[in-house]
């Protein structure tokens, strides 16, 4: 019930081209999904976040999809570039962006060839 | 501070032996998280702590781990007779009432 799943474990992925990464989630008390970013030696950083009453969130070039029948949301990473070679992480938590504990999927490591 | 400040930045230490892990939350900030990272894996939550309320203990692995937090503020992670499976990145993460969190850049604890 508690579990955030995450796919794939890794990517690699050509400068200019779009990075998917997916997770599904058990839990349908979960109301709150963000994405966090991490460089190596930092600490994971907010990206992007969606609440469930809606379908699809945009900033910039990253982008959230949605999907509350399925249990499953994405980030996509449009026109991707090296910089955005980092760790890449899910999460779920209840309450929205006031609740608690966030669950966390595996993450997902992205590299972005030049 | 304007960030998250953990200290030490990095740990070693002897199996067995206790260690302590401090966590600055930024001012202001009620809510502060503490999580595993264990190399190449996802962040494992352990403990959190709302405001004045009863911190939620459920990740603990083990009564080896404690934590405090004084005066809604500075929180230590406390892990007795540690042992190599211990050995992880442990993070910090503070949040306003509303948003998102803010993690600090960890302390990388070796158990040998």
């Known amino acids: 019930q508690q579990q955030v799943k995450q796919s794939p474990q890794s990517l690699i992925v050509q400068k200019g081209g779009i990075s998917i990464i997916n997770c599904a989630y058990e839990?349908?008390?979960?109301?709150?999904f963000p994405w966090y970013q991490q460089f190596p030696g930092k600490g994971p950083a907010l990206l992007i976040a969606?609440?469930?009453?809606?379908s699809e969130k945009k900033e910039g070039r990253f982008t959230i999809s949605f999907n509350k029948s399925a249990k499953q949301f994405s980030l996509h990473i449009m026109d991707s570039q090296p910089g955005d070679s980092a760790t890449y992480f899910c999460?779920?938590?209840?309450?929205?962006?006031?609740?608690?504990?966030?669950?966390f999927g595996q993450g997902t490591e992205l590299s972005v060839k030049p | 501070g304007a960030g998250v400040s953990q200290s030490p930045s990095n740990k070693v230490t002897e199996k067995g032996k206790d260690v302590e892990l401090r966590c600055d939350p930024i001012?202001?900030?009620?809510?502060l998280y503490w999580y595993r990272q264990s190399l190449g894996q996802g962040l494992e939550f352990l403990i959190y702590f709302q405001g004045n309320s009863a911190p939620d203990k459920s990740g603990l692995p083990s009564d080896r781990f404690s934590a405090e937090r004084t005066g809604g503020s500075v929180s230590t992670l406390t892990i007795q007779r540690t042992q190599q499976e211990d050995s992880a990145v442990y993070l910090c993460a503070s949040r306003r009432r509303q948003g998102g969190y803010t993690f600090g850049s960890g302390t990388r604890l070796t158990v040998v």
């Open positions: 999460a779920a938590s209840k309450g929205g962006n006031q609740g608690g504990k966030l669950i």
């Open positions: 969606i609440r469930p009453d809606v």
């Open positions: 001012s202001g900030h009620t809510a």
């Open positions: 839990n349908t008390a979960f109301d709150y």
